[in-house]
């Protein structure tokens, strides 16, 4: 009985810090303690704790066996249990349906609404339900860090400390990805230039805006065009056709390279739908993406294209529009 009482007075310490924790005048907290071995739901209890709660930047990490509390910390209000313990911040033992310790403590600290968190939370109850996972999931790599070498003392102790700060940094990588995402579904909607054609391809162009070209495909763009400013008078082009549809840009590049030949007076190339670099156009291997210049390809002055953002977008336009309705049709359907 003296265990209850003291359990129970221990948790109901940890869920009175949580709510003055915002408070000036509350204690620093010192210790973040989660079961050993943390799986994705215990990490990102800790990492969220200690990015969104200042009060929290020194305190130290401490592994217990699951379920338990730290040995001596009953009546210490620096110490803080997340996926361990039975508190507020653990989902065990609770019955309730599909949910992680990491989705208790955003609720608690009103994060719940933050978009860059959404994929990761979903992460944790994935895991924590045993739900399939892509084999290229972070989960893996998260399972895997403190297995391999790289994390092991010359003794073969587990370096927590180095696990700690990697599953840090993927979790900073997907947070800050996830937020850039939705900031470029925003901006789509104040930059993105529609056109339906004809034959039902949907082709979204974003001048000057390339950071919402992936907004765009989740929308349903079938090929985007993008520019990208490159200081006066030059920019970058892309042109990409949605994963999902077997429509190759072959076409496309041969008119663009004819009326770039037609623009500087030069010959027509003897093969305009080559694969590769030619003039100032690429073809990528796959026929799915043209491009005039890029992170990987810095144009010489003669490389840029001559000719305009719209001019571009009319040709790209003007050629897709040749591919016959029931072509398009039968990508729909699949």
Aim: proline fraction near 7%; charged fraction near 25%.
């Amino acid at each position: 009985m003296e265990t209850n009482t003291k359990e129970t007075r221990t948790l109901g310490l940890i869920n009175r810090i949580l709510e003055i924790i915002a408070d000036q005048n509350s204690p620093e907290i010192k210790t973040l303690v989660t079961h050993r071995f943390p799986d994705d739901d215990g990490w990102f209890c800790l990492w969220l704790i200690k990015k969104f709660v200042p009060k929290t930047a020194n305190a130290e990490l401490v592994f217990v066996n699951a379920g338990e509390i730290l040995p001596g910390s009953e009546d210490d209000p620096s110490v803080l249990h997340f996926d361990t313990g039975g508190g507020e911040n653990d989902q065990h033992g609770k019955g309730l349906h599909y949910v992680s310790s990491a989705m208790l403590l955003t609720d608690r600290l009103e994060l719940s609404e933050d978009p860059g968190l959404k994929p990761l939370l979903e992460l944790t109850k994935m895991v924590d339900n045993i739900e399939p996972l892509p084999p290229t999931s972070i989960h893996f790599a998260i399972e895997g860090y403190p297995r391999h070498p790289d994390f092991k003392r010359p003794d073969e102790t587990i370096d927590w400390k180095l696990v700690q700060r990697e599953v840090f940094r993927l979790f900073d990588i997907v947070y800050a990805q996830e937020t850039k995402r939705s900031e470029s579904r925003k901006n789509l909607e104040k930059f993105a230039e529609w056109t339906t054609l004809p034959n039902g391809l949907r082709v979204a162009s974003l001048l000057w805006h390339p950071e919402c070209r992936e907004a765009a495909f989740e929308e349903g763009a079938t090929v985007v065009i993008w520019t990208v400013p490159r200081g006066k008078n030059h920019f970058y082009t892309g042109i990409q056709t949605h994963r999902q549809y077997p429509l190759y840009l072959d076409n496309v590049v041969a008119s663009l390279r004819g009326q770039e030949a037609k623009v500087r007076q030069t010959s027509l190339p003897e093969n305009p739908k080559q694969i590769g670099r030619q003039g100032p156009w690429y073809l990528h291997d796959s026929k799915r993406l043209i491009l005039n210049g890029s992170r990987s390809w810095k144009p010489t002055e003669e490389e840029y294209t001559k000719l305009a953002p719209r001019q571009i977008v009319g040709l790209v336009l003007r050629t897709l529009s040749t591919i016959p309705r029931e072509i398009v049709s039968r990508w729909n359907e699949k």
